[in-house]
């Protein structure tokens, strides 16, 4: 069909064609495309909400501070011997409990149990298993307002009544780095010399009347040499008590009375078990009038 300019018109398969929609194969690009700008819309959505809730949240910095009584704390920084502030505060290694350095050097004077479990802290020398606690003495000084001035004015005061010279702290020197790099072994404060194998606790039964004046036994937990003897356990009660020559001391084993000749080792073969106490070899001993003074 001819237009009346000249030109051809479009047949109908033409127009057709001119106006077809897209085919098939592009429209999984529309889709994509479709899908991608919301996905876009969607991203940009979420960042925005993520960004208000990041803005609400507080920084770590303006975290609220919770102020905490010191009373909540002082089961922890009280010594249980003298219910005060821990003052060069010790720790036991078998048990871990603390306590103030002189609290616990005076306790262990009488008895060698931990006052607040009662473990066998040592068996003669509970002084060996004993540690100073820096880092909590620290803790308790910021803790406790004053409390170390207090304490260096109550030391200063002290030697200074006396006419004595006040002590100064060691004051921790910077290690040099040659000195840093050598590795050194930790080794125990005391040894025990391996010949000492028994350990003996001295039980104080009583004194007939007429034995004179004597001093009491203040350390009745003692480390000795299984070869010892009886006569050598009485030696060294008489030195310590200061006793007459007119007392007896009778050692007691279980139900038997023990002999001068018999040695510690002779002793725990014979009576076994039945002798031992929490690792200790248990000796009673008795001071009686000498039969040599009633004649």
């Avoid at 897209?22 to 889709?31: G, L, Y």
């Avoid at 023990?258 to 080792?265: A, I, N, R, S, V």
């Amino acid at each position: 069909m001819e237009c009346k300019n000249g030109g051809s018109a479009p047949s109908e398969e033409e127009e057709m064609e001119g106006t077809a929609p897209p085919s098939a194969a592009s429209a999984p690009e529309a889709m994509r495309s479709s899908f991608g700008e919301n996905e876009g819309m969607s991203g940009e959505e979420e960042g925005e909400e993520d960004d208000e809730g990041i803005g609400e949240q507080p920084s770590g910095g303006e975290a609220e501070e919770h102020m905490i009584n010191l009373t909540d704390l002082n089961p922890y920084i009280l010594c249980s011997i003298c219910k005060g502030y821990l003052i060069d505060a010790t720790t036991i290694t078998e048990c871990l409990h603390t306590f103030c350095k002189s609290c616990i050097v005076k306790h262990f004077y009488y008895t060698n149990r931990c006052p607040k479990c009662n473990i066998v802290v040592h068996q003669t020398q509970p002084l060996y298993n004993i540690r100073l606690d820096r880092q909590l003495q620290d803790i308790v000084f910021k803790l406790v307002v004053d409390l170390e001035q207090r304490e260096k004015n109550q030391m200063y005061a002290f030697y200074k009544e006396r006419g004595l010279d006040v002590p100064k702290h060691n004051v921790p020197q910077p290690i040099s780095s040659s000195r840093a790099k050598q590795k050194k072994t930790i080794e125990p404060v005391f040894r025990i010399p391996p010949e000492l194998d028994v350990s003996l606790l001295l039980e104080f039964m009583g004194a007939e009347k007429g034995t004179g004046s004597f001093k009491p036994l203040e350390k009745k937990y003692v480390r000795v040499s299984g070869e010892a003897t009886i006569g050598h356990v009485e030696k060294f009660l008489r030195r310590k008590m200061e006793l007459n020559t007119t007392c007896q001391v009778d050692i007691i084993c279980g139900d038997h009375l023990l002999e001068h000749f018999q040695t510690l080792k002779e002793i725990l073969s014979a009576i076994g078990e039945k002798a031992i106490q929490d690792g200790l070899l248990v000796l009673h001993f008795v001071l009686v009038l000498s039969p040599l003074s009633l004649t």
